[in-house]
């Protein structure tokens, strides 16, 4: 029985000798195939792989440049700025230099000769600059005696601004808002003083003109003189003279 399986299996794989080689060019055509399509997706992974590459480089690059342009421009504002605060500051000596120099010049021209009719007592300037905050100001007012022969005069000082606060129209004392008190308005003044401080402005309200009202014994006869003066508020810069 076993014998003649073998026969029967024998006569088979004669007769169908052709299977053999061509199951193997299968196998060795399935292994080409299978080889073929690995080395095309290693092919296309190569491919994204130089332009994720390239990109990386480019973004890189971008970057780079980013980064030199900002520093470029971060060195020349800050050049600009520091320039631009030397120049505020050079505009600042200057005009306080011209100020001390008007102030000086003012003692030798006005304490000569006395004026009757308005007194004797005279407001030369009154400087105003805003400050180093929002709603912040400084102010000097110079007051000159010109009668040289007065040994001293006593005056009464008050520096108001008038303007609107919530659709009203308001007043504000601004030396009581730099510290000034009923007692510290009134001044002896000998030749001439001056009056400084700062002042920040209430939230809220918006200038519109300023008030001075100086009152003294500088009359003929030691009378006692009122003057007042009122003028547009700018905020900035010597605003009378």
Do not use: C
């Not at 200057?94 to 004026?115: C, M, N, S």
């Amino acid at each position: 029985m076993k014998l003649r399986l073998n026969q029967t299996a024998f006569v088979w794989i004669r007769q169908h000798w052709w299977i053999v080689p061509a199951l193997g060019l299968a196998l060795l055509l399935g292994w080409g195939i299978g080889n073929w399509h690995l080395w095309q997706q290693l092919i296309q992974q190569t491919q994204v792989i130089q332009q994720h590459s390239q990109l990386l480089q480019q973004t890189d690059i971008a970057r780079v440049e980013a980064q030199r342009q900002r520093d470029f421009l971060t060195t020349e504002l800050a050049v600009e700025k520091n320039t631009n605060l030397l120049l505020q500051q050079d505009i600042k000596d200057q005009q306080q230099k011209l100020f001390d120099l008007k102030k000086e010049l003012a003692v030798y021209q006005k304490i000569v000769t006395p004026v009757p009719d308005s007194g004797s007592l005279v407001i030369d300037s009154l400087r105003v600059q805003a400050g180093n905050a929002v709603g912040r100001y400084q102010f000097s007012l110079l007051l000159i005696e010109q009668n040289k022969q007065k040994k001293q005069t006593r005056a009464q000082l008050e520096i108001k601004l008038k303007g609107k606060r919530k659709k009203k129209t308001v007043e504000v004392d601004v030396l009581k808002l730099a510290g000034f008190n009923n007692k510290t308005k009134r001044l002896l003044i000998k030749n001439f003083r001056t009056v400084e401080g700062d002042f920040v402005l209430p939230a809220g309200f918006t200038a519109e003109t300023l008030q001075i009202r100086l009152s003294s014994n500088s009359g003929q006869g030691g009378s006692t003189v009122l003057f007042t003066k009122e003028m547009a508020w700018d905020g900035h810069s010597e605003i009378l003279d």
